[in-house]
């Protein structure tokens, strides 16, 4: 009925009348690829690597569900005595162990890798133990795991093993004679095909040559389906067996947190350090040449006139050297630029670049200070970069809104070959960025191939 | 003009302050035996040129940290008779102990504001050299502010406990008067009272003095 013309069209007569249906090569090979993934299937070990991971595993749920259930309707009976909730406590934490199975059995044969859960803390004391496992989520998603999976795996047997034991039987059935020998047809196939045809009582040869072609579609069905009931199953294990999503994103709040901290703390010592070893050190000198001064003003008989001038010239040039070292340092502390809004500060930053940048912005909005600031001292930190190590001869600088997010791409025509570890004056360099920019939930992606360009992408939300 | 020059080594990491520092000294006819920026180069400075006395700035390459105080503790371990004047932007009392812990010869510890006063601050320089104490009044203060002696410190009168604090920092009487604006007689007799209220052993060496004081204010 398929017959393949010269030009990969495909004429297919249905009911007399005759259509061509046009594949184009690489359809046409993806429908060979497909038709010999299909055949090949069950000789592979994949299904039978599934096929035992549903029996095991559905063996602990089934195992598991049985005890946590039993345990947890005599701990809810007996609830309003502590025996019952030290005993209802105890379900909770064997649905952990059983939950840790499934995901143990998963990995090893699926290869299905899914994050072992945060581990249990028990608080302080028996009350606090009993307190922790109750409200372990963990233990309880376990729990929801059990109750989930075992429907699952009696459905799984009803569909797909019954279509796995079908396919033999059918199979064999041509050749285990008329009296009804060999293993009977009684899942799926009885109920796609009701009344029972596979029991043979003189149909004749070719009733038998049917049951046994429908063994072989089974065969090669059966991988597919039980396939699915193992995938379900994959879903639940990485959403219910798998760390706490709550509990994931307190982590990274905590860490973008504790970076946060340090990135403020290295930044408070970095601005100590510049007052300390600049301006503090540029007026002590200056005091210093004042007092000498005003020492030899005194002695009014002796008065070393061009030795005074001359330390009062060196103490007007330091208070002015200190004056234009404070201004930097207020500057790093918060931009007055970003006063007039971010796009003036960014203007300004690339006016003052060492590398000639090209800025376009495009805000409809202005964004909270918090990211303004954080935005800024990106800019002026990959500037910095592109100025000090990319040998780039331009710079781009684009800060647009994109949804909810700010996205800010800063690009140089340099020799590339840029690491994110490596990158920066110091370590409060890029590294320090990166903190910045996780703190509030951002992403910074660099792209520098050998020989160039960079590119620099940072996103930032505007509404956290 | 002093007869024999005093010999002062500099381990000063700021370069402005280190030139501003020797160009003071040497016009006040000290002779600069070297001025370097951190302590490996003022060891060896001193090994080829010894001084009389060495200014250290308390932070330093390369940790930025407290390397001039251990530096110091160092080098009165190894050169006896070095006078060794600290100098910091900020004072911390607890330096100030560690220094002191057992002899307060040839020791000071200064804010680097106090160059500004030329003049005073030469003079603790010169005591310094010659085997005094010169403590900045800020780390009196804070050991003022800090002891436990309240009780005996309040049978002193206010001029008792402006001669107290001078005499901490290492003021020798003819300092103390001046810096009063009394007689050298009345500091005697203030010093007289002071040791006799606190129940202090009363001592004609300065820096005995000193370290009496001290152990009655951290005690």
């Known amino acids: 009925m398929v017959e393949q013309a010269e030009d990969s069209e495909v004429r297919v007569r249905v009911g007399g009348r005759e259509m061509s249906l046009a594949l184009s090569e690489e359809q046409l090979t993806a429908l060979k690829a497909a038709t010999r993934r299909i055949l090949r299937e069950p000789f592979t070990g994949r299904p039978w690597a599934e096929l035992a991971f549903y029996f095991v595993s559905g063996g602990v749920a089934v195992l598991g569900l049985a005890f946590v259930g039993v345990t947890m309707v005599t701990g809810v009976a007996l609830a309003i005595t502590f025996f019952g909730l030290g005993i209802l406590a105890l379900s909770v934490r064997s649905a952990r162990g059983f939950g840790g199975w499934n995901r143990g059995l998963a990995r090893a044969m699926l290869g299905e890798d899914v994050e072992d859960p945060e581990p249990f803390v028990g608080r302080h004391g028996f009350l606090g133990w009993l307190q922790s496992s109750l409200r372990d989520r963990v233990g309880w998603r376990a729990v929801g795991y059990l109750a989930l999976k075992v429907p699952w795996t009696v459905l799984g047997f009803l569909v797909a093993v019954s279509l796995w034991w079908d396919a033999f039987a059918c199979l064999l059935r041509p050749f285990s004679g008329s009296n009804g020998g060999g293993p009977p047809v009684w899942g799926l196939a009885r109920v796609v095909f009701p009344g029972n045809p596979f029991v043979f ?73 510049d007052l300390h070893d600049g301006t503090q050190a540029q007026l002590v000198a200056l005091a210093m040449r004042l007092g000498m001064a005003k020492e030899k003003l005194e002695d009014a008989d002796t008065v070393d006139l061009v030795r005074v001038r001359e330390l009062v010239d060196e103490a007007h040039r330091g208070a002015k050297e200190a004056i234009a070292e404070l201004r930097d340092i207020a500057r790093g502390i918060h931009p007055p630029a970003l006063d007039i809004g971010l796009e003036g500060a960014l203007a300004t930053l690339a006016a003052r670049s060492a590398v000639p940048t090209d800025l376009t912005v495009d805000l409809r909005a202005r964004p909270t200070p918090a990211i303004e600031a954080i935005a800024y001292f990106c800019v002026a930190e990959l500037l910095a970069n592109v100025a000090q190590h990319a040998h780039a001869s331009r710079a781009i600088v684009s800060c647009a809104q994109q949804g909810t997010w700010l996205r800010l791409v800063v690009r140089d025509d340099g020799r590339g070959g840029a690491e994110l570890s490596r990158l920066g004056s110091t370590s409060s360099g890029l590294a320090g960025l990166t903190d910045r920019v996780h703190a509030v939930d951002g992403r910074l992606t660099l792209v520098s191939p050998g020989g160039g360009p960079t590119v620099v992408t940072v996103d930032l939300p505007l509404a956290p | 003009m002093m007869p024999c020059a005093l010999r002062v080594a500099i381990a000063e990491d700021s370069a402005i302050l280190r030139d501003g ?195 009655f204010l951290e005690s």
């Open chain 1, 201 to 273: 009582d003189g149909q004749g040869f070719f009733h038998g040559l049917a049951v046994f072609v429908l063994g072989f579609v089974f065969l090669f069905a059966a991988p597919w389906v039980m396939r699915g009931f193992v995938n379900v199953d994959r879903l639940m294990i990485r959403g219910l067996l798998g760390p706490d999503p709550m509990a994931t994103r307190v982590r990274t709040l905590e860490q973008a947190r504790t970076q946060t901290v340090d990135a403020s703390a290295a930044t408070l010592r970095r601005i100590e350090r």
């Open chain 2, 21 to 215: 520092l020797v160009q003071l000294l040497v016009d006040r006819g000290f002779v600069i035996t070297g001025a370097v920026g951190d302590p490996a180069a003022l060891r060896s400075s001193i090994a080829q040129n010894p001084p009389d006395v060495a200014v250290i700035d308390i932070r330093m390459p390369p940790t930025f940290t407290d390397e001039g105080l251990r530096l110091a503790l160092e080098l009165r371990a190894r050169h006896e008779g070095l006078g060794i004047l600290l100098f910091s932007q900020y004072i911390e009392t607890r330096y100030a102990a560690d220094l002191l812990a057992d002899d307060a010869t040839g020791i000071g510890y200064l804010l680097k504001d106090r160059v500004a006063d030329v003049k005073d601050f030469v003079e603790a320089l010169e005591r310094v050299a010659i085997g005094g104490t010169a403590l900045d009044p800020e780390v009196v203060t804070q050991l003022l502010g800090a002891t436990r002696r309240t009780d005996s410190l309040s049978v002193l009168t206010t001029r008792e406990r402006e001669v107290l604090a001078l005499m901490a920092e290492g003021r020798s009487n003819g300092a103390i008067a001046s810096a009063l604006v009394v007689s050298e007689g009345a500091v005697e007799k203030h010093v007289a009272n002071i040791f006799a209220k606190l129940d202090l052993p009363v001592s004609e060496n300065d820096h005995r003095r000193v370290l009496a004081v001290l152990r």
